[in-house]
């Protein structure tokens, strides 16, 4: 549920209306004509001190109802100011640089006495967080278009910008129909993303700094294979190896309306972990993400029992999916698992895995190499086909070999009776 409000900033007085999408305020010049415009999200995250000495966390979404007041056009310099709530504050500083115009800074202000944003708060004063945003060579007469969530962090705060379309130095008091895109919202080689693009009021039509996407079916480049890892776990330096798992691994992620792919480089993986008798633990962390794989042991049978991946995506975002109640490749306690074929696990709503020549075994590894190996349904059936074709064929032979031999006898026989 998303409320626009839009603004008018002409002598301090606002006109509020309830629209779409994201908030969108309009700053006029002191001849009411449109110099600023925007149209964003913002989320915030906030820890502060409590008075029983501990810290709390909130989190909040800039609100539908905001105000311009201290917003101001300028002919090198602008500021959008939004005020919300009891005396908290939002500000953007832009200021032109040649052909192109920029963010400076966002300064964010919050008043710890409002006690239904901040319950509990052991200090009443207003504080403030000053951080500089990405919002770079945005070219002048263009407005600056960013779906992607982009996540600036400050000691106290988190503020996550998202949706925002935004232009600084409008130009004749009408907006411009033409975008600059940030970089996280173009497709990159190693990024199939966008399934599905959501619709905003003005539509971006291409005519950006950067290449930008067409902004509907995108081709979706599909990723290499991973590389295969090895990986194994030693309980002591000393002694062999106690867990062994052999795999290429990709990971699929959903993202608000994208999904993202990304193969785990063995090259630049650390391994590390625990062999214990009823539960193990593989954990994987590459320069992108860190993967903890846990297997249990029930007497007779092992199973992977819970996954977490944490990490972040290529346009930055933290991610962090687990699930501990799975019950995945299965095998018996003194034998390995593996599945050769291309496979995939739904791991979370958001989280899927896709594992290549996998192999592992958690537990009973003897003198460091995989015991006998129980094969996936997949791989049986890959086996089943060759199985089935040499049936056949064997079928058809003796069926042939049959047919002559009851030819041949028929044959002899009618040659007793014609004589
Ligand atoms: C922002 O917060 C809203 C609700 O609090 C949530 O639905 C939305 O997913 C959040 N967006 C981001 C980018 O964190
Ligand atoms: C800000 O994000 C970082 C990294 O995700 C996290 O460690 C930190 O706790 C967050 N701070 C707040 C106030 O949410
Ligand atoms: C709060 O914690 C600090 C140390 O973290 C301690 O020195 C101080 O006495 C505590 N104050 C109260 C009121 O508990
Ligand atoms: C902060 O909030 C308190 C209580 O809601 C209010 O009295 C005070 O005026 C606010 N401060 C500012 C600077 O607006
Ligand atoms: C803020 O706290 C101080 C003492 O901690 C108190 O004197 C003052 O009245 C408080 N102000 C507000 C607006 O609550
Ligand atoms: C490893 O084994 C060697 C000899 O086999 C021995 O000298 C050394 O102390 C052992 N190290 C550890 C950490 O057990
Ligand atoms: C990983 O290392 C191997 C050998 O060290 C090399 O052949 C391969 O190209 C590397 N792969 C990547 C993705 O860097
Ligand atoms: C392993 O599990 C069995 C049965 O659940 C239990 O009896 C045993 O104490 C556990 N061993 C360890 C080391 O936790
Ligand atoms: C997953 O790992 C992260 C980082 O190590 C941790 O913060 C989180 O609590 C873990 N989630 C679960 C469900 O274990
Ligand atoms: C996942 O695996 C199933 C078969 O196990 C297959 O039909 C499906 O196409 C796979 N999905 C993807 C996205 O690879
Ligand atoms: C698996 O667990 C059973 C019972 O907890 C234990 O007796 C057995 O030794 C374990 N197997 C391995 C290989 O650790
Ligand atoms: C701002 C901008 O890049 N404008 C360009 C849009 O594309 C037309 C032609 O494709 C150019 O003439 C504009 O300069």
Redesign the pocket.
């Known amino acids: 549920m998303y409320r626009r409000a839009a603004f008018v900033l002409l002598l301090a007085c606002g006109i509020v209306s309830q629209l779409s999408h994201g908030v969108e305020v309009e700053v006029k010049d002191k001849d009411n004509k449109l110099c600023l415009y925007a149209n964003l999200?913002v989320?915030f995250s906030v820890s502060y001190d409590t008075a029983d000495n501990k810290s709390a966390t909130v989190?909040?979404?800039l609100p539908g109802a905001v105000t311009t007041d201290g917003s101001e056009c300028d002919a090198k310099s602008s500021v959008l100011k939004l005020n919300f709530g009891e005396g908290h504050s939002w500000s953007v500083n832009f200021t032109v640089k040649d052909k192109v115009y920029q963010a400076d800074s966002i300064t964010f202000t919050y008043n710890l006495s409002d006690t239904t944003r901040f319950p509990n708060s052991l200090y009443n004063d207003t504080k403030t967080s000053t951080v500089t945003p990405h919002i770079t060579d945005v070219e002048l007469d263009t407005c600056y278009s960013c779906k992607s969530?982009d996540m600036i962090e400050d000691v106290s705060v988190n503020q996550?910008l998202?949706d925002v379309l935004v232009q600084a130095f409008v130009n004749n008091g009408s907006k411009s129909e033409q975008t600059t895109s940030c970089a996280a919202d173009l497709p990159t080689t190693v990024v199939p993303t966008t399934h599905t693009t959501s619709t905003t009021t003005a539509a971006p039509v291409t005519n950006s700094t950067s290449t930008a996407a067409p902004a509907t079916t995108t081709p979706t480049p599909t990723l290499p294979p991973p590389a295969t890892g090895k990986y194994s776990i030693k309980p002591d330096a000393n002694s062999t190896a106690c867990l062994l798992a052999d795999f290429g691994l990709r990971i699929g992620l959903k993202q608000?309306d994208k999904y993202e792919e990304m193969n785990l480089d063995p090259n630049v993986t650390a391994v590390s972990g625990s062999c214990a008798v009823n539960s193990s633990e593989l954990v994987l962390v590459s320069n992108t993400m860190t993967i903890t794989f846990t297997f249990t042991n029930d007497t007779k049978k092992f199973h992977l029992h819970a996954l977490n991946v944490t990490g972040k995506t290529s346009s930055g975002v933290a991610f962090s999916e687990a699930n501990t109640s799975l019950s995945l490749w299965e095998a018996s306690v003194s034998s390995s698992y593996m599945c050769n074929k291309e496979q995939n696990y739904t791991i979370t709503d958001l989280l899927t895995i896709y594992t290549f020549g996998l192999h592992v075994q958690p537990f009973g590894v003897k003198k460091g190499s995989f015991s006998t190996a129980e094969e996936c349904q997949a791989d049986a059936d890959s086996f089943l086909v060759p199985i089935a074709v040499g049936v056949a064929l064997l079928v058809l032979i003796l069926i042939v070999l049959l047919a002559y031999f009851i030819g041949r006898k028929r044959n002899m026989a009618t040659g007793y009776e014609s004589f």
């Open positions: 999200m989320n989190e909040f979404e969530n996550t998202w608000g």
